[in-house]
């Protein structure tokens, strides 16, 4: 699933490739993917791109006219400029200069979808979003106020998208990794110091993420993805890179947890 990083470098990248270009067509690949019904495809031909903005792990496309083009790509979806052939389409917008913009998902999960809106708040799921890690809104007291009275584990927390928009389930283990924390560590545990230390991890994963994910891109767009500079994510039996320990994973379905059983306490 792509997360706040993966979603961040690539808001970067595509604001800096398309603002200010002209929208010359659209064309819906998968109907299904369309979510919303009131405004037509067409209210974006001939709109000029105003920004690119992130709100959790959504993209949302802000044209001159004042429609926005929200990409909700949840379990698989992405963006590029080359169709990948093995993903499938969901939208094609097509810029002036012969710029062409997909909208995939790898497998047809049908879960990934876009949404066409003059004001994101009459999405319901965009209301219920807590603020973003790299926002202003997101402050030692925010979180020390969010935390507080939760009676479920620290990863639990983390993947709470009403509490923290934008973490998911590969960098909440890098996080309580980085703050030395068990993921099935009750919130009710934590001292007005480990909130702290948990504040700073939080910040500290997230800008290293972005970081790496902006070296490896180079000058494109980031891959669909990217993990290999995780410590301990999908890392199962391979040695803590802080205690040597073998990391550990527990299953939830299709989910798992990624820690180690030494110094995570």
């Not at 790496?212 to 890392?235: A, C, M, N, T």
Request: hydrophobic content about 40%; aromatic content about 10%.
């Amino acid at each position: 699933m792509p997360e706040l990083p993966d979603l961040e470098v690539l808001r970067r990248r595509l604001e800096k490739e398309l603002r200010e270009s002209r929208v010359v067509d659209v064309e819906v690949l998968k109907d299904r993917a369309l979510r919303t019904r009131y405004f037509k495809p067409a209210v974006l031909k001939k709109g000029v791109l105003l920004e690119v903005s992130r709100k959790g792990k959504n993209l949302v496309f802000e044209f001159h006219s004042g429609f926005k083009l929200l990409f909700q790509p949840l379990l698989r979806g992405w963006v590029s400029f080359e169709m990948p052939g093995d993903a499938v389409p969901l939208m094609k917008l097509s810029f002036e200069g012969d710029r062409d913009l997909y909208f995939i998902e790898y497998e047809d999960k049908g879960m990934a979808g876009l949404y066409i809106v003059r004001k994101l708040e009459g999405l319901n799921f965009m209301k219920k979003l807590g603020p973003d890690p790299l926002s202003e809104e997101f402050t030692l007291d925010y979180l020390a106020g969010a935390i507080r009275g939760r009676k479920n584990g620290l990863k639990s927390f983390l993947v709470d998208q009403k509490a923290i928009a934008g973490v998911g389930n590969a960098y909440a283990d890098e996080i309580l990794w980085e703050a030395e924390f068990s993921p099935f560590r009750n919130c009710t545990d934590l001292s007005e110091e480990d909130v702290e230390r948990l504040f700073r991890a939080i910040r500290t994963v997230l800008d290293s993420a972005i970081s790496v994910l902006e070296d490896v891109s180079g000058g494109g767009l980031p891959p669909f993805e990217y993990r290999e500079h995780l410590k301990v994510h999908r890392r199962e039996g391979q040695p803590c890179p802080r205690c040597g320990a073998a990391i550990k994973a527990v299953y939830e379905g299709d989910r798992g947890t990624f820690f180690c059983p030494e110094c995570q306490r």
